[in-house]
């Protein structure tokens, strides 16, 4: 049977669209767009077509405010450790929330290593964050605020626009990690009025290894990478040409085909969700009913082990993973699931769904149905499962 | 006419073998490497063989000491704020070279804003550093030496076994930028004897924005890129699978064919040196006669200016540079030729020209051609020439 990839917020298959792109740039060939000859004219000219796609998806007064980066971990560096460094005469004091991918909690780490210190809000049994918090936490020596757009394992939207309000009444910069949601749901750097954004090409369909990060112009950020002059001075290095090259197509698609993409994924996320009970049992559906990612669903199973479904279920060539592929081999419970007041046995039996666009209704019956002989299989091994239902009787 | 690249030290065209395995892997698509199913493994295996060619090309003890990076860049700053941040309880004093690239020199001088100290020790008129002076630069606070393996601009190759001998004594962390070298020259680390070394791809026909830094095992360095737990935990982000792929066949075809290469390139620059004053006269070469890059030939010709030979010879499709394209565009004469004791004007007047693997000695011959046009032309127009040819009579 073919492979059903269930897991798209780990990794994207390339568009045909994309892939093209790229081998072509491939076979022609480029020249460094920091070269004054013509090869590197080329360069040059393909390097900015990629720059006002992307910035166009995300509608940035101008391409300018789009740098180039190597993924979404790098936007994230850049922008916390960035902004931190840049503003330490205004003080060192960060707010962020409890569900933050690690890219933002590890550099803020760092940070308080160097002296800073950190406020983190908490989330709602949702995952929200309320923006009164943030208010409150915002002091006289706060430089950044850093909060995701859209939480990747519970997939939960948080209120942006209401936190941009309060940090630029503060003056205080805006850091959004926006990683699982620009390319897949709308986004308007100017209507949601952030200072920086950052965004990663793969989930919308480009190549990994590829993303950027908005810098509105007027912001005080450090580059991380600095040397030569590219990026208009904000990231220094030899451009991944091949890669920015598919990934300006995949914005450009991303754009186009947005309506569609969120009409095919609520269709195939409210059959999952209508058809669950009819296959297994005992189980909380995480993240907020209304304010969430269109594509994914996260689902906690009791009485078994996240991780075993995952292995149970690839042996039938189904993809699915219980949490962020960058936190994979971690034996720590989801900090996420547990900021949502899930208890450590119900955060070990989650199970992260991520739809595609090459998903279709079949595939959603075709992993409940894998799902519903797993969850039986594992019940059956489970002594938790056999404790709780014994003392019923 | 073919365009003729004489620039390869800003971008080498991908070899065949490099750009089919990157084709490939864009037709096939993998998938993530940290995921836990079958598509994250294949992804897995892909990147771990890349990690092995790699680790060969440089002779690492084990592939795990290679880490991927977004280029030569990424690498530079990994290894300099890394290693200085990571090492505070030890000192905050840093010592470099005054002809490094500018991805050290910025490194350092953020690092200088952080308040740390850097001494920077000349060269001589060839752009070699005596390691005498680095040993009496080194101080009991001292926690990095970082000096290049081969100059970008001049071609000059640094005496880094000897340097490594003074810092391994003195117990101080010593980087290497090697992104010039890695590919051209046989590089082993563990023969140089460093603890870091920086490397790119596109020098050895790899993709641009993908490069290496080789760790020695148990060297104190803070990653640049903190969040997921890629790259044993030391350089987080989802990795730019496609270009690494690249890197791995471009890294295997270097060390297959180094030998046969270096003849290539020695016999072209032979060539090139020997026909020169055939063409035109009043230059100086710069860089060192004897350890030197076998592919680049710096040359300053007096009473004009390099930027317009630049322009000119890409008038007839040739591709020369007159400095690192890092840093093209800036209006400053370049640092190293300064240091190594040229005159402003003269530094003004060079031409860096680097052969690759498709050039023959015909391309020479085109080239120099071009060359002694060019030169007269401008020489025509040029004040400075003609008041030194004034007075002569």
Not at 76 to 81: D, T
Not at 159 to 165: D, L
Request: aromatic share 4%; charged share 25%; net charge negative.
């Amino acid at each position: 049977m073919n492979i059903l990839n269930l897991d798209h917020i780990s990794a994207n298959q390339l568009l045909p669209e994309v892939q093209d792109a790229m081998v072509s740039a491939i076979r022609m060939g480029y020249g460094n767009p920091s070269s004054q000859h013509k090869m590197g004219e080329q360069g040059s000219e393909a390097l900015e077509k990629a720059r006002e796609s992307v910035a166009s998806l995300i509608n940035c007064a101008s391409p300018k405010e789009v740098v180039f980066t190597s993924g979404g971990t790098e936007s994230v560096n850049h922008a916390v450790k960035g902004v931190a460094l840049a503003n330490t005469d205004k003080g060192k004091h960060l707010v962020t929330s409890n569900i933050e991918h690690n890219s933002v909690i590890r550099s803020m780490r760092r940070l308080k290593m160097m002296g800073y210190q950190v406020t983190s809000v908490p989330v709602d049994e949702h995952g929200r964050v309320n923006p009164d918090h943030v208010a409150k936490a915002i002091r006289d020596d706060t430089v950044l605020v850093s909060i995701m757009h859209a939480n990747n394992e519970i997939g939960t939207i948080e209120p942006i626009e209401e936190i941009a309000q309060i940090t630029r009444e503060k003056k205080v910069t805006f850091h959004v990690d926006a990683v699982d949601s620009v390319g897949v749901l709308p986004i308007d750097v100017q209507k949601l009025g952030v200072d920086l954004l950052s965004f990663a090409s793969n989930p919308f369909y480009g190549p990994t290894g590829v993303g950027g990060l908005y810098i509105r112009r007027g912001t005080s950020v450090w580059p991380l990478l600095e040397g030569g002059i590219q990026e208009n001075n904000n990231r220094a290095g030899t451009e991944n040409l091949i890669g920015i090259i598919g990934m300006g197509v995949a914005a450009e698609l991303a754009k186009r085909d947005m309506k569609a993409r969120l009409s095919q994924f609520k269709r195939l996320r409210e059959k999952f969700l209508r058809e669950l009970p009819n296959y297994i049992d005992e189980y909380i559906i995480n993240g907020h009913p209304e304010y969430c990612l269109p594509n994914l669903v996260s689902i906690s199973v009791k009485y078994i082990e996240g991780e075993s479904v995952v292995l149970m279920v690839d042996d039938e060539d189904i993809e699915i993973s219980t949490r962020s592929a960058c936190a994979s081999g971690s034996l720590r419970a989801s900090h996420v699931l547990l900021s949502i007041g899930l208890e450590f046995a119900e955060a070990q039996g989650t199970l992260v769904i991520t739809f595609g666009l090459e998903n279709t209704e079949k595939d959603v019956v075709r992993f409940l149905t894998a799902l519903k002989e797993t969850v039986k299989t594992l019940r059956n091994l489970s002594p938790l499962y056999k404790k709780a239902h014994q003392t019923e009787h």
